[in-house]
């Protein structure tokens, strides 16, 4: 796919887990393609660094927002709310990347609060900030939403707990928001599935893999870029592999 210098041009685009990995590599992505980008995670000096990274490439300056999905409460998911529409007045993009592993254990011996936990993080707190940036996201020509999906969110494999069962609520509910937008055609919502990627949850779940086998995350970012970008205007409900 041929994507242009500034592909993404005046569109804002929140990205959550930008502090790291596949969410800092799609911001610095975005913010290349002329995007103005708004990173979200609960580091902030990771998140300063990614900053400072944007503007040391003369691009748009990036906003921060600082939030930890864990802990947050309807409060702070209105506030972001409340500072994007104030700063922008609408919403283009969403890409919903961030995630924790929780135990790689079997289900007989899986910690029930690290269940509990893994399952708020990776699919109620996204179902939580897509559901309140929804007036933002319609305010948009092309709003695209993107959920991050994981082969396991289509395969059930054991010893992959709350992890899998997260990641195919993911899928559904990226399919049911896609099924009950279907008549709006200024907004859609994706899965992608990045596959195995060279990042910090990879190795925690697969310690004794060799990583100079792997991906890095810049070399996938052209589906992440395609996905917000008008080019794929058509493309709704669908689960996209890497």
Sequence with gaps: MRL???ELKNKTILITGANDGIGKSAALAYAEKGA???LLGRNI?????????????????????L?????????DYQMIYENLMKEFGRLDGLLLNASILGDRSPITHYDSETWVRTIHVNLTAQFLLTKTLLPALYQSDNASVIFTSSGVGKVGKAFWGAYSVSKFGIEGLSQILSSEHDDQDNIRFNCINPGPIRTKMRKKAYPYEDETLLKNPNEIMDKYIWLMSDKSKDITGQSIDC
């Design 45 to 65: 000096s990771a998140l300063e660094s990614v900053y400072d990274q944007i503007t040391a490439k003369k691009l748009i300056e990036p906003m921060i927002s």
């Design 4 to 6: 242009s210098e500034q």
């Design 67 to 75: 939030m930890d999905l864990e802990k947050a409460d309807g409060k």
């Design 36 to 38: 103005k980008t708004i």
